[in-house]
DNA sequence: TTGTATGCGTTATCAA
DNA sequence: TTGATAACGCATACAA
């Protein structure tokens, strides 16, 4: 069934059927009305790659994400895809791991499946080492279509990025936790990130404003299994670190945290404060309940795929949108006075 | 860049070029390195819209999940994912909600897409009540394209379904439960899908076998939020509901009887057995660390690929592959002795 | 081993 | 308001 059976049955040629599909040109009502009781009638759909072929473009958007598997990550997704299918965009998934190859490799993919844009979801897109050239390959992609970034910032043409205020987050908890009487607070940090750095800086900048000077060593690394982390932080302990004070870079090292925290006998909130990250399910499986970042996934998403849509619709938008977060308080935290 | 412009330089025919990139057909060894050469040099890739055309087959495998922020659906879809890409196909991935229409809706559209198969992830996509026909969409869909389920079970031709033996797990489990002297046991019941039905009829049967007749009054459906089946339970116990074993259909369900049995100062798992299902991150991040069943996501999600890909290869293969859960034990049930 | 010619199902341009 | 026809880029049957 293709648009020459359609344009037999009704008696018209091809170009009108093609019309009235796509509903831009003049048809009179009464041809329109015939086709598409046909069109209706029949079932018929047209073949989307002859449709692509024509325009070059299938109405679909690749998203990339290191690993959908991550909660945040899989949020992110959901939001995505709904949002754009709103749009009627199709969403074409591509989950990378976290190599650089494997990311260039797979973004070169959904470029060469004529993708409409790419979604860049998760700030590890971003180099943020000295490697040079690390992150020519999104430079490359948006030469060609629309790249959106997620929590991860480059400033380069055709690169939009839409992300939350991480670094001021961190700032503002840190400084709150400091003027709780803290002492010795610290930060612990997954990974080098975009966004990771950014919360990093915050907690640092924090630091330094309340006479701390060596921030730096006050950030521990913990990219390992929350039972390792946990271990570290027994580990640092029991070598003489002072800890009354653990803002985390997500809510599950701030659960390996609540795990140190217990097996020290330190009582939640007096003797040591957690804050996590993401506002996740986790921060309300333990106990006490989290106190945590909502960075606002979901209105991220949202912005970003309106910034999208009005790039393809060649609007003038800007390269970067900072959403600021919303601490939620709970049981992990002293209340604030 | 297309076909044609490779073509000339190479001073060949575009059916030579063609021949070289689909590496079938016979062609010299010469003229294949310079034409690979030029296609290295070129960054040429075929367009896959034109290509599609032709074939009728674009390597592509539509995803329906309800909703991929749920964190048991998140992996799966990241297994696909990675499963389907390593045999050269792309995803398209599409969140339903839990819907009828919305389902059918999606279902219908990725077909017109000209997918080469689809996967239903979870459950909730088959009906298990008495509404007539609600199936038939997926039988429609089955005459054209192999349908792929997980965690569901139809008997229809075209529809392969790969399952864990939900069941039989939380009949081994509840078993085990009752030998431990348990005599207040409750199951917990976030739905009525087919595999919520599963788990369901598992926990009656173990019942029945232990003398105890009125299983179902044992089951408890509790779709709400943790907090409110936290409620829900303390409200059943405050009305004399004796529990002292709770198997629930996933890790939240059972966190939130762990809340549960801490706000009623019961010892666990002394005077109280929980335990969970799927072993997702929840599981490790209360106190003490669920017991869980272990339904193997990844080898379900491989072995679903592999059955596809022989299914789209024409081979034969079975309707229904059913894998045993694994009881991962932990801090919620007495060790066995 | 290679080339020629045709079809795949649309959209869009131009003419009527 | 309509119709005829040329792209779009590729795969492949058939010819050489």
Do not use: W
Not at 126 to 137: C, E, L, V
Not at 202 to 208: D, N, T, V
Not at 253 to 270: E, G, W
Request: glycine fraction near 8%; include cysteine.
């Amino acid at each position: 069934m293709n648009i020459y059976d359609i344009s037999e049955k009704a008696g018209v040629s091809i170009a009108t059927v093609s019309r009235v599909i796509n509903g831009n040109a003049k048809v009179s009502e009464k041809t329109r009305q015939k086709i598409l009781a046909i069109i209706e009638e029949t079932g018929y759909t047209p073949n989307a790659f002859a449709r692509g072929l024509g325009l070059n473009t299938m109405k679909t958007i690749g998203i990339l994400c290191a690993d959908c598997s991550d909660s945040y990550l899989a949020s992110a997704i959901y939001h995505f895809e709904r949002e754009l299918r709103s749009h009627d965009y199709d969403v074409i998934l591509c989950c990378t791991g976290y190599e650089q190859a494997t990311k260039e490799k797979y973004l070169n993919l959904l470029m060469s499946k004529h993708v409409d844009a790419v979604i860049l979801a998760g700030s590890n897109f971003i180099a943020t080492g000295t490697a040079p050239g690390a992150n020519d390959y999104i430079r490359d992609a948006a030469q060609e279509i629309p790249v959106i970034i997620l929590n991860g910032f480059v400033d380069l043409p055709g690169v939009y990025c839409v992300l939350s205020d991480d670094m001021e987050s961190v700032y503002n908890v840190t400084k709150t936790l400091l003027s709780q009487g803290a002492t010795g607070p610290l930060f612990l940090s997954r990974s080098d990130s975009y966004s990771g750095l950014q919360k990093k800086s915050g907690f640092i900048r924090a630091l330094k404003e309340c006479g701390i000077k060596d921030g730096e060593k006050r950030v521990l690394s913990t990219p390992g299994s929350m039972e390792e982390n946990t271990a570290l932080l027994l580990k640092k302990a029991s070598a003489g670190l002072k800890v009354d004070a653990v803002i985390c870079s997500d809510d599950e090292l701030a659960v390996s945290a609540l795990k140190f925290a217990k097996q020290m006998k330190l009582s939640i909130p007096d003797e040591i404060s957690i804050v996590g990250f993401n506002n996740s399910k986790l921060s309300l499986c333990c106990e006490p309940e989290l106190t945590t970042i909502d960075n606002r996934l979901a209105y991220a998403c949202a912005s970003a795929v309106d910034l999208l849509m009005k790039v393809l619709n060649g609007e003038d938008v800007p390269g970067k949108l900072l959403i600021s977060s919303n601490l939620v308080t709970r049981g992990t935290t002293k209340a604030n006075s």
